[in-house]
């Protein structure tokens, strides 16, 4: 009787760590920022290899924040352009704009130096930052560069280089006040007004 007793309970656990098991995580959630929300915390490795926080900046700037898929592709490329474009009239308002893709440090440093981007970019390898944003991903891809004059870029044995990433994330863009909430969000990206329609929003708020 004991015996049966003990294999009834054994059942009863096994069944329970499964239904444990089974339930998805809070961390699964997918994530829906709405404006008014607080922007999570965040840190990543730069285009110069250095550790940028958000902390160091919201309270004292108003962050842009634009996830994008990725350097050297033609829509990314004409939004960096724009960005770089527009930088020193977003500065002047106490704007820092940051760029966040799945690419390496190493490839947005490559991507920074070629078309002589004036902002910061960062990488999410492995897209737990967009995550955060509830930025949706894709599977990753490859890019063959080209420079400011489009022509080839080539690796040290003078072929073409490949530049692999390993997820692609949407065209997303944010700003967070200096309040640490978001005040702006967009899900429908046109890389080329993306810069005028930032600014033009940031323009509003001076105005209230």
């Known amino acids: 009787m004991r015996n049966a007793v003990s294999v009834s309970m054994l059942f009863l656990c096994l069944a329970a760590n499964l239904a444990v098991a089974d339930e998805p995580s809070k961390d699964d959630k997918p994530v ?3 404006i008014g929300d607080t922007a999570p915390v965040f840190e990543r490795r730069s285009d110069q290899d250095k550790t940028w926080t958000s902390a160091d900046y919201v309270g004292k700037k108003i962050v842009v ?3 994008y898929p990725a350097d050297f592709t033609s829509g ?3 939004q960096a352009q724009k960005f770089r474009d527009g930088m020193n009239q977003l500065a002047d308002k106490g704007v820092v704009v940051v760029g966040v893709s799945g690419d390496s440090v190493s490839t947005h440093e490559l991507f920074k130096k070629t078309q002589m981007l004036n902002f910061t970019l960062l990488a999410d390898e492995d897209g737990s930052l967009a995550k955060k944003f509830g930025v949706p ?3 990753g891809g490859e890019v063959r560069p080209r420079d400011a004059m489009n022509k080839p870029i080539l690796d040290g044995d003078g072929k073409q280089l490949v530049l692999k990433r390993e997820v692609t994330a949407a065209r997303w863009t944010f700003i967070i006040g200096k309040d640490g909430k978001i005040i702006y969000k967009n899900t429908k990206v046109n890389p080329v007004v993306d810069t005028k329609q930032v600014t033009e929003f940031i323009d509003g708020l001076e105005k209230k």
């Open 137 to 139: 991903l894709s599977k």
């Open 65 to 67: 924040l634009y996830f």
């Open 32 to 34: 829906d920022l709405k």
């Open 76 to 78: 990314c490329t004409a």
